[in-house]
């Protein structure tokens, strides 16, 4: 088992990686709240405790530039000065950022930090990692601090116009991309045994380089034809299904949940259109008997729509982490759905006395190799 701590373990990275290291059999958590960055005690039990610290802790934007500056590199050295009057040789990994190169203090406190972590590992014959990172983005970044496309889904979502500052290319890296990586390494160098000491500058490639412009247009297109329409739009390229599960995460569930369908009704029966889309993926029908329960799982990359075609449905959804339940009510007297996003366990459980037909859509068809499901309680 590796033990491994994340400081800034409630952040945007953070929490992705928590979660991520969490469906790992060989990993062991550690964990670690930002006051334990002012017990001096408790940040002495962390670093004893770990064989790998991610140091993700940090201040990305304030209105005082110097404080920012002053912040970071407080975190860093509060952090070498516990690993060293604990004797703990930890493998630190630290997040630094491509801005290390441009003229603000921000990225001054990257280029430094990372400096006063090196001078650290050669001092005292330890492992360390210098992570040089371009723009992340994901679910559940925070608007107006961690990403301009969290801001643009936010915004969006909410029925805002954005507006670009400055135009120009921008180099990407989708957060669960990140995350692999930094794992991968954790263990490729935890498993290295015969290096007792070893300092890596590894730069993280890019995914994806874009416009502002040309991504705030593809994410106005997935507004329009899903906020607007209900219609999932193209997926076919891995960067525009990563912008819709970003997109999808800022919508406000409660309100904008059950979304209604349109029935058509004649001498024959009924006719509904579940699921309009742009895309591939894959559409399942099923039944269900009274009182049973599907579901109790989440996904970590794979979007999906449960519509209620026939009988009564309640369907949760808790995102992971917290402990706050969204629950919905369907009745295929008045058809709808709801989407699951990534990240979220979920459930549906026919409430009424009669058999529930329901329709499933899921973003990518399902292989049975690449299992994408993970179960937990709602």
Not at 14 to 43: A, C, P, R
Request: hydrophobic share 35%; aromatic share 14%; charged share 25%.
């Amino acid at each position: 088992m590796i033990r491994i701590g994340i400081t800034g373990q409630s952040g945007f990275i953070g929490t992705h990686l928590h979660n991520y290291l969490g469906q790992q059999d060989s990993i062991k958590h550690v964990s670690f709240k930002k006051e334990d960055f002012e017990s001096q005690f408790q940040l002495f039990d962390f670093v004893k405790s770990c064989d790998v610290i991610v140091h993700l802790a940090g201040m990305n934007r304030h209105g005082d530039p110097q404080l920012i500056y002053d912040t970071n590199i407080k975190l860093v050295k509060n952090l070498i000065k516990a690993c060293e009057r604990t004797n703990s040789k930890p493998h630190i990994i630290f997040s630094s950022s491509t801005q290390e190169d441009q003229d603000n203090l921000y990225g001054k406190s990257k280029y430094d930090g990372r400096a006063l972590f090196k001078e650290w590992a050669n001092r005292n014959n330890a492992k360390f990692t210098g992570l040089i990172i371009p723009n992340v983005f994901g679910p559940f970044g925070k608007p107006f601090y961690n990403s301009f496309i969290a801001t643009f889904c936010h915004q969006l979502a909410n029925g805002e116009q954005p507006e670009i500052q400055k135009d120009g290319k921008v180099k990407l890296i989708y957060v669960g991309d990140l995350i692999k990586i930094i794992y991968e390494h954790i263990c490729s160098v935890y498993y290295k045994k015969s290096d007792a000491t070893s300092t890596y500058n590894l730069k993280i490639e890019h995914t994806s380089e874009d416009f502002v412009s040309e991504i705030l247009s593809l994410l106005e297109s997935i507004n329009k034809q899903y906020f607007e329409n209900g219609i999932i739009p193209n997926l076919d390229n891995n960067f525009e299904k990563n912008l819709f599960n970003t997109y999808l995460c800022y919508l406000n569930h409660e309100s904008f949940f059950p979304f209604p369908l349109t029935k058509y009704t004649d001498n024959r029966g009924s006719f509904i259109e579940t699921v309009k889309f742009n895309s591939g993926g894959q559409v399942s029908f099923s039944t269900t008997a009274p009182g049973i329960t599907r579901g109790n799982h989440y996904h970590t990359r794979k979007a999906e729509r449960f519509a209620v075609i026939k009988g009564k449905a309640l369907i949760e959804l808790r995102k992971i982490g917290t402990s706050d339940l969204l629950s919905f009510k369907l009745d295929g007297e008045a058809p709808s759905f709801v989407d699951m996003p990534i990240w979220y366990t979920h459930k549906i459980k026919n409430i009424g006395k009669d058999e529930l037909y329901t329709i499933f859509w899921i973003n990518e068809e399902y292989d049975q190799n690449d299992p994408d499901t993970f179960f937990m309680e709602v």
